[in-house]
Antibody, heavy 121, light 105 residues
Framework: EVQLLESGGGLVQPGGSLRLSCAASAFTFSNYAMSWVRQAPGKGLEWVSDLSGSGGSTYYADSVKGRFTISRDNSKNTLYLQMNTLRAEDTAVYYC??????????????WGQGTLVTVSS | DIQMTQSPSSLSASVGDRVTITCRASQSISNSLNWYQQKPGKAPKLLIYAASSLKSGVPSRFSGSGSGTDFTLTISSLQPDDFATYYCQQSFSTLSFGGGTKVEI
């Protein structure tokens, strides 16, 4: 069964950095676009960033552009999110998700369990 | 950016009720609309994609309809396992989610 397992969350001070990882298994990782989606405590879902299967195309929400960098290592079946210059408003559970982009739809079909990032002094 | 507005933000229902949740896009998104279910402390799960296609394994009591700007998610007979928060999400342009609808007893 497809599994996505995030790690790397924790408490960080404003202005600090953190790198999240998402380990994928049970599918051909390089064949799929991957995404990060976050959810602030008690709030709704917010798309953060996308990366194509090859890693050649990246996309970011305006709220994180210039501060976050998405990347992947297809040899390790792992997705990353490097988060710099963190702000209190970045506090959230961060989910990685597999994105299906096809002729019949464009959606997230599998999600990880999430990792909590808390930005606070 | 496309804004997604869900209504209601919460609703109370009983087992066996028919439940309808509405999602409206700020501009036409064709059928590029997905629905997810999320339970407390858990990741979202895909229910419906491309407005009306049921994900394999999802009970047939869930259905989606609509195109353009107006969409609905219907649960034909609410079951105990269905009490959760539901989100719509558009994939027509820069991805965005609705604010969620909490279905509670």
């Amino acid at each position: 069964e497809v599994q996505l397992l995030e790690s790397g969350g924790g408490l960080v001070q404003p202005g600090g950095s953190l790198r999240l990882s998402c380990a994928a298994s049970a599918f051909t990782f390089s064949n799929y676009a991957m995404s990060w989606v976050r959810q602030a405590p008690g709030k709704g879902l917010e798309w953060v960033s996308d990366l194509s299967g090859s890693g050649g195309s990246t996309y970011y929400a305006d709220s994180v552009k210039g501060r976050f960098t998405i990347s992947r290592d297809n040899s390790k079946n792992t997705l990353y999110l490097q988060m710099n210059t963190l702000r209190a408003e970045d506090t959230a559970v961060y989910y990685c998700a597999r994105r299906i982009v096809g002729t019949i739809g464009d959606y997230f079909d599998y999600w990880g369990q999430g990792t909590l990032v808390t930005v606070s002094s | 950016d496309i804004q997604m507005t869900q209504s209601p933000s919460s609703l109370s229902a009983s087992v066996g009720d028919r439940v309808t949740i509405t999602c409206r896009a700020s501009q036409s998104i064709s059928n590029s609309l997905n629905w997810y279910q999320q339970k407390p402390g858990k990741a979202p799960k895909l229910l419906i994609y491309a407005a009306s296609s049921l994900k394999s394994g999802v009970p047939s009591r869930f259905s989606g309809s609509g195109s353009g700007t107006d969409f609905t998610l219907t649960i034909s007979s609410l079951q105990p396992d269905d009490f959760a928060t539901y989100y719509c999400q558009q994939s027509f342009s820069t991805l965005s989610f609705g604010g969620g609808t909490k279905v509670e007893i």
